[in-house]
């Protein structure tokens, strides 16, 4: 049994760096970097919270090491700052829901007005239906952490064998219907879906996390102003003839973007990130979500399926794609 679960591991590890050799630029460093935060993801993130207690000792070390292998050679860091290469995208539930219901392989490549970061901005779903439900490491390390706390969606390959074979006692294989329940589960208790990108997970999508703001290790590097995190695309709006002015999309606010005045809320457009947590706590219907053009374009799959269906439809015709996306 022992030499079967080495032998998944290794498996697991090899399917990984086979991937990665197909992806231009991707090192045995940024091989190295994904093995890690793969297979320990919960000292990972103990360090990058700051919750482990040699955090300061590995985030140095970790920072020299990268001076060196970084892609511009020692002294340079190719001009990546730490979001560029490690970043979320708020998502509705709809959207998330959408992310793990996908039944056919597709490659949605450099997606820079939805994603707009230097790197680790690629869509590319092998095996969509691999999906894996990991216990958060964010609340894993945490003193008194939320709960439930296996609510990470790790969707595709060689992501999911990767981590069901490394993290046995806190991952599990589950189908679409149930990560559509862990999604709709989490948005009821308010908190956020973001859709994660990392350099070091292959440049691309890889998992689908439901923060909470006490825990999430993202939302606290956005608080404390290391922008990890991008808008839905949406703003939260008022009808302010609606609205009971009791206060409880100030307090759901996970984002902390509504404040309450004279018993009307006002919205700071700059800090809401779209993902509708409030809307559907007001029970006076009085917030709504606009699109906001200024706070980029949403990460809907459907739409971008389609987008991509017809640019592939225009090649085709004699014309040239809209853009480079491309299913396969």
């Given at each position: 049994m022992k030499s079967e679960k080495v032998s998944g591991r290794r498996k697991a590890a090899r399917d990984f760096y086979r991937e990665g050799?197909?992806?231009?630029?991707?090192?045995?460093f940024d091989f190295i970097h994904g093995y890690v935060y793969g297979r320990w993801p919960y000292f990972y993130i103990g360090i990058g919270t700051g919750e482990h207690r040699l955090a300061g000792v590995f985030r140095r070390l970790f920072n020299l090491v990268s001076h060196w292998f970084s892609p511009g050679g020692a002294g340079s860091n190719g001009g990546l700052t730490f979001a560029d290469t490690y970043h979320g995208k708020?998502?509705?539930?709809?959207?998330a829901s959408g992310l793990v219901s996908i039944e056919q392989e597709i490659s949605l490549q450099d997606l820079e007005p939805i994603i707009p970061?230097?790197?680790a901005r690629d869509i590319v779903l092998k095996n969509p239906d691999h999906i894996v439900a990991l216990d958060c490491p964010c609340r894993s390390v945490r003193p008194d952490p939320c709960s439930p706390v296996d609510v990470c969606l790790i969707v595709g390959e060689p992501f999911a064998s990767f981590v069901l074979e490394h993290q046995p006692d806190h991952a599990r294989g589950i189908d679409s219907r149930e990560a559509v329940r862990i999604l709709q589960a989490e948005h009821e208790r308010g908190h956020v879906h973001h859709a994660f990108f990392k350099d070091a997970m292959l440049d691309r999508f890889y998992a689908i996390c439901n923060c909470c703001s006490c825990c999430c290790g993202a939302?606290?590097?956005q608080r404390n102003g290391t922008l990890m995190l991008n808008s839905s695309g949406y703003l939260c709006r008022i009808r302010e003839d609606q609205c009971q002015g009791c206060g409880i999309c100030e307090t759901s606010c996970p984002f902390d973007a509504i404040?309450?005045?004279e018993e009307i809320p006002l919205v700071r457009d700059e800090a809401c990130m779209g993902c509708g947590v409030c809307v559907d706590r007001c029970a006076a219907d009085a917030l709504w979500l606009e699109r906001a053009p200024e706070k980029g374009e949403p990460l809907e799959i459907h739409s971008l399926l389609a987008e991509a269906a017809a640019a592939e439809g225009k090649k085709g015709a004699g014309g040239f794609p809209i853009n480079d996306v491309q299913q396969t």
């Open positions: 050799r197909t992806i231009p630029g991707y090192s045995f708020v998502v509705s539930t709809e959207s970061y230097a790197a939302m606290q590097a404040s309450m005045v």
